[in-house]
């Protein structure tokens, strides 16, 4: 590949990109209607379920939860 062909990437040459936009009224592109069914990185047109990404959910990480369960250990106490 030549450094000719490397280019930067550049948002505003993508084209149009519908999203879910938080406290706006947000048409539906499919139906038109404004009833959405909002997850944590989607929002669900509650008429004909065109899904679109939230708006702000690139800047919410996949984070995620580790619990580690360990039973105590009690030296001192032996069943007999």
């Known amino acids: 590949m030549s450094t000719a062909e490397i280019r930067e990437f550049d948002p505003s040459k993508r084209g149009y990109h519908a999203v879910y936009r938080e406290n706006e009224v947000n048409h539906c592109p499919g139906c038109g209607r404004t009833h959405w069914y909002v997850g944590r990185t989607l929002a669900e047109c509650g008429f004909c379920a065109t899904a679109l990404p939230l708006m702000?959910?690139?800047?919410?990480?996949?984070?995620?939860?580790?619990?580690?369960?360990?039973?105590?250990?009690?030296?001192?106490?032996?069943?007999?």
Do not use: D, I, L
């Open 56 to 80: 702000e959910s690139w800047r919410q990480g996949a984070m995620f939860t580790t619990m580690q369960r360990t039973r105590p250990v009690f030296t001192s106490a032996h069943a007999a």
